[in-house]
């Protein structure tokens, strides 16, 4: 279970890659993601090929992330997800709140 974040200087696109598990164990490190990382960028993409799970708290800090950077859809992309994980994120319409690619 890992959180890697690279940002990407020039044109402020933040890329955050989650291995594993997406559960409560990744709080922190999602958390310091929000608070720290995610302001002044121009968009966000969560890359989730490497996850195998993803659980309700994941999709709280989903959530949190949007509010932190604000309500507009097409600044945070969701992609790469395993279908199992795609379709959780669907059931909760995420996909009305977040880009799903």
């Known amino acids: 279970m890992s959180v890697e974040v690279s940002l990407d200087a020039s044109s402020k696109n933040l890329l955050v890659k989650i291995s594993g598990r997406f559960d409560f164990s990744l709080h922190q490190d999602f958390r310091k993601l929000s608070e720290e990382t995610a302001q002044n960028v121009s968009s966000i993409k969560i890359d989730l090929a490497r996850t195998d799970y993803i659980d309700s708290s994941a999709l709280g800090m989903l959530l949190i992330l949007r509010d932190k950077v604000g309500d507009n859809k097409?600044?945070?992309?969701?992609?790469?997800?395993k279908p199992d994980v795609k379709k959780i994120l669907q059931i909760a319409n995420f996909d009305k709140l977040f880009t799903l690619v």
């Open 74 to 81: 097409s600044l945070i992309t969701i992609i790469n997800a």
